[in-house]
């Protein structure tokens, strides 16, 4: 059971515009910042998103990121065929003094 | 451009001391925090601890009383071990780095797969 919870699975046709959430609470998302992780099975993931809302260096404008309170997302426009891949959220969490991460939400390009 | 190569023992038996190092190359371990994560076959990523500039360290409560991180500014390594491993800790381990206490973790290593076997 995943402190952060993601839905375990969206899906979209190339060019749509997809969304996928993250739900916490006041103790990690509700006052730290949220972090976004890209995993292509088989290989470690890749930093997506941080501090909610800004893409490092690399990652595409198709990718974009918001917070909500308790809550964030990722949003994907443009969808593409290499977009295919698991996607985590991560956050400190104050209480339990430890990094907590979603369960990780697989993403299907049709 | 920073990178982490980590290397460790990829078939331990149940009961024994998993050793698991990260070695940077590009830049040094002053001024950030290194992290090491896991994941079990088919699940999620899992944080098991990490270890700061100043030689702090802090531990996933739920592995806390078999989990040590180390560091060795004078080989640029960071070293994880693991005691008394069962097949629950088959996994595949990855190294990180990271800019502070939960931020963002731009830099991975490639993972180790450990395997126990019963």
């Known amino acids: 059971q995943s402190v952060l919870t993601q839905p375990p699975s969206v899906s979209g046709t190339p060019g749509q515009r997809v969304t996928m959430s993250c739900s916490g609470s006041?103790?990690?998302?509700?006052?730290?910042?949220v972090n976004w992780y890209q995993q292509v099975p088989g290989t470690a993931p890749r930093l997506l998103m941080f501090n909610s809302n800004q893409r490092p260096s690399g990652v595409p404008e198709r990718f974009s990121g918001s917070k909500s309170v308790t809550s964030a997302s990722l949003a994907i426009s443009g969808l593409q065929s290499e977009d295919e891949a698991d996607y985590y959220c991560?956050?400190?969490?104050?209480?339990?003094?430890?990094?907590?991460f979603g369960g990780g939400t697989k993403l299907t390009v049709l | 451009q920073v990178q982490l190569q980590q290397w460790g023992a990829g078939l331990l038996k149940a009961s024994e001391t998993l050793s698991v190092t990260c070695a940077v190359s590009g830049g040094s371990l002053s001024g950030y925090y290194w992290i090491w994560i896991r994941q079990s076959p088919g699940k999620g990523l899992e944080w098991i601890g990490e270890i700061n500039h100043s030689g702090n360290t802090n531990y996933n409560p739920s592995l806390k009383s078999r989990v040590t991180v180390s560091a060795d500014t004078s080989k640029n390594q960071f070293s994880l071990q693991v005691t008394s491993v069962t097949a629950g800790d088959t996994a595949v381990y990855y190294c990180a780095r990271g800019r502070g206490r939960g931020t963002r973790m731009g830099v991975w290593g490639q993972g180790t797969t450990v395997i126990v076997s019963s």
């Open positions: 006041s103790s990690n998302i509700g006052v730290n910042s």
């Open positions: 991560t956050a400190w969490d104050d209480s339990l003094n430890s990094r907590v």
